[in-house]
């Protein structure tokens, strides 16, 4: 079993920064592909990139493409997702994921996911 917590959410204006962190426990982040998905209301819980279990690939939405980056640090078992430029349409509850899979296109669906931490809430005032 893995357990997810995500932190590093909270309230910034347009235009600001945040970076994101997801601390894993119970198993070893170091051969899972880690997702940062999110959920804003009355929406669908959308794809927000993606890392593979080396961090040598990164997917991400179009809609951040440019402006948040997803890192990770094996050794202390956390991923990252710095956000810049933020808008209020990223305002959302942001969730982390972990899954053992390797194949790119599986990266985008929630249902790929086997675990998931418990969200962290973004909001992006104008």
């Known amino acids: 079993q893995v357990q997810l917590v995500e932190s590093g959410g909270g309230l910034v204006q347009a235009g600001g920064s945040l970076r994101l962190s997801c601390a894993a426990s119970?198993?070893?982040?170091?051969?899972?592909?880690m997702a940062w998905f999110r959920q804003a209301p009355g929406k669908e819980r959308e794809f927000v990139g993606a890392?593979?279990?080396?961090?040598?690939?990164?997917y991400y939405a179009d809609s951040v493409k440019g402006r948040f980056t997803i890192s990770r640090d094996n050794a202390k078992d956390t991923v990252y997702l710095q956000m810049n430029s933020l808008k209020p349409a990223d305002t959302a509850v942001y969730y982390c994921?972990?899954?053992?899979?390797?194949?790119?296109?599986?990266?985008?669906?929630?249902?790929?996911?086997?675990?998931w931490g418990q969200g962290t809430q973004v909001t992006v005032s104008s």
């Open positions: 994921a972990a899954a053992l899979s390797y194949r790119p296109a599986s990266y985008y669906s929630t249902s790929t996911y086997n675990y």
């Open positions: 119970g198993r070893t982040l170091s051969t899972y592909t």
């Open positions: 890392i593979t279990w080396s961090g040598g690939s990164t």
